[in-house]
């Protein structure tokens, strides 16, 4: 009797566990299809649109002409200024913090503020784009004013993986370095950083590829979806590739959601390459420096 | 005596100054990082500073009772009405909506890439999350007006083109790599002896992952639920795009809501005059968002030190 009901049990518990490994296959399996649900719905929609002439015209009222030269222009513009302002200042406090501070209560507190930035929201940015930038230093809506506000979107995510990657120099290198009369600065610029330049450089990539997607900051300091111009200046207005998508993704014609669609084609494709890179650098680089 | 003294400086003199130099150099250059470092703590102090001083001209125009417990925000018809509860409604609605999307799912697949999953499965879906995790948050909008809303509308006849369940669909989706990927961290963390024990005791697989691994990190998996939904209040581009622009007083997923981050959106686009109290509310909405995304990071920070400590 007692044996039976033991035995029910047993049977009812191994359900339950099998049950339990099934639901959790299947939410793993979700994840995986909604990428492809995702990629598919893209590229369907918007691969026919794709050709030369989309890439090289300006965007238009008609859909058939619209392309996107000047939200491609934008946005290289914007990615040069922001890895110009952004990397240097990054890698900067990165070191600063790795290589200068003694564990105190003012680096502590100093860390604690960038972990949190790296949680502000990025349309926050925006918002101190608007009202430093675009109005206390009269930029008005420009290129400058824009890569400042990406750059300080992508800066904390900057320091963040530089530090990673100082922080797996190991000690030794350093201590060789000084043992054999090196200075601080010397043993830095010349052991630390270049030992330390695969993981640098793989999370500065991935920085700007979340820069690039970025279109929240850019709408707040005020970045125009159209307009037959190209920037020339750090002055002039701009358009970026996100805003253009988010424009045409906005209307209700089927005919500018599939030019969104292709733009979105074109985005990750940037994208693409720009992780490619990354995991590139990763393993050509990272590999024979194996201590 | 005098000779050997000034054998002994002669050479020393062209040495000095290079060392004097170089000492000037390394202090500039420590200053100059100190700087950088300086300059993120500058970045927190005025994005305070411009909100606090933006929203307080705004408080001097509208009162703050009236901001926090208006249930009208009409910001654009006259006579205008600045209450902000419609807009917190329709946050708390999308991050409700995604949270119910993204925890159960989440959850599962982190338990099954920890527990479950043999190495190369686990090494096939981590690259997918990542790659979810690195998709900008506009194509997402544009996944919610073009696939998920169709989809809603078939199912609810009743909902319209722009509705709140989209959006929870996207950001759920969204914030879905960020729950995975962190508890996945904590559950692998949890050391091996204390699944041996369980199954030593004659558990099953079920019992120890339930009743032995999850609940010893459940504050790393907390952490992870709270740094999700800290995203998703901030979540900007979709949320527009999908829940539109209608601010509701409502907890119907079918309806149109305009969320804080939509507010903000709607405004920026406009030809909204400096300094009217329509442009002023976006920094006063703005400094709620700042508040209630400090507050959730710094709950899952204090939550991740502690748990950390126990296993170190």
Request: hydrophobic share 55%; net charge positive.
């Amino acid at each position: 009797m007692m044996a039976a009901a033991s035995r029910s049990r047993r049977r009812r518990m191994k359900w339950v566990s099998t049950l339990f490994a099934a639901a959790c296959l299947a939410s793993a399996l979700v994840c995986v299809l909604m990428l492809v649900v995702l990629v598919w719905n893209v590229v369907s929609t918007g691969a026919s649109w794709l050709n030369w002439s989309f890439l090289t015209s300006f965007p238009s009222r008609n859909p058939q002409q619209a392309g996107i030269l000047s939200a491609l222009a934008g946005s290289l513009w914007l990615i040069v200024l922001t890895a110009v302002v952004a990397l240097p200042v990054g890698v900067g406090a990165a070191v600063y913090l790795e290589e200068y501070a003694r564990p105190s209560r003012w680096r502590s507190f100093i860390q604690t503020n960038i972990a949190n930035l790296a949680g502000v929201p990025s349309i926050v940015y925006g918002i101190l784009g608007l009202g430093l930038f675009v109005e206390a230093m009269e930029m008005g809506a420009s290129v400058l004013a824009g890569a400042l506000t990406l750059s300080l979107v992508v800066l904390p995510v900057v320091i963040l993986t530089t530090q990673e990657a100082l922080r797996a120099v190991p000690g030794s290198i350093r201590h060789a370095s000084y043992a054999l009369g090196a200075t601080r600065l010397q043993t830095i610029s010349r052991q630390v950083l270049p030992a330390a330049l695969p993981g640098i450089m793989t999370g500065v990539i991935l920085a700007l590829s979340r820069a690039i997607g970025e279109a929240a900051p850019l709408v707040a300091v005020g970045a125009v979806a159209y307009g037959p111009f190209l920037p020339a200046g750090l002055n002039d207005q701009f358009s970026a590739l996100p805003i253009q998508i988010f424009n045409w993704s906005a209307r209700p014609q089927a005919e500018f959601h599939q030019l969104a669609a292709a733009a979105i084609l074109v985005l990750l494709v940037v994208l693409t390459c720009m992780n490619a890179v990354a995991v590139f650098v990763r393993y050509r680089f990272g590999c024979h420096s194996r201590w | 005596m005098s000779l050997a003294s000034t054998q002994f400086e002669l050479p020393a003199l062209p040495l000095a100054e290079p060392r004097v130099r170089r000492r000037t150099f390394e202090k500039a250059t420590h200053a100059i990082l100190f700087c950088c470092a300086l300059l993120s703590v500058l970045t927190t102090v005025s994005i305070v500073a411009i909100l606090a001083v933006e929203a307080s001209r705004f408080f001097q125009e509208v009162s703050i009772v009236e901001f926090l417990t208006g249930t009208r925000w009409a910001p654009l018809f006259k006579p205008q009405h600045f209450g902000i509860l419609p807009l917190v409604c329709g946050t708390l609605l999308v991050v409700g909506g995604s949270a119910v999307i993204a925890i159960p799912l989440g959850m599962g697949t982190a338990i099954f890439l920890s527990e479950y999953a043999p190495t190369w499965l686990r090494d096939t879906i981590k690259p997918v999350l990542e790659i979810l995790a690195g998709i900008p948050s506009v194509v997402y909008g544009f996944f919610a007006i073009v696939f998920v809303s169709p989809w809603v509308q078939w199912l609810f006849p009743s909902a319209g083109v722009f509705n709140a369940a989209s959006a929870c669909i996207v950001v759920g989706i969204m914030v879905l790599p960020m729950i995975v990927s962190l508890s996945d961290d904590v559950l692998r963390a949890v050391p091996r002896s204390l699944r041996e024990g369980a199954f030593a005791l004659g558990a099953t697989k079920f019992d120890v992952t339930v009743g032995v691994v999850v609940p010893a990190a459940l504050s790393g998996i907390m952490a992870s639920f709270l740094l999700a939904i800290s995203r998703a209040i901030g979540e900007t581009m979709a949320v527009t795009l999908a829940a539109g622009a209608t601010p509701n007083l409502t907890l119907n997923p079918l309806t149109s809501v305009q969320t804080m981050t939509a507010y903000i959106v709607s405004i920026s686009q406009g030809d909204t005059p400096v300094g009217s109290p329509e442009y002023l509310a976006l920094f006063a909405v703005g400094l709620a968002l700042f508040v209630a995304t400090l507050l959730m990071n710094l709950l899952a920070q204090w939550i991740l030190a502690r748990s950390r400590e126990v296993y170190e």
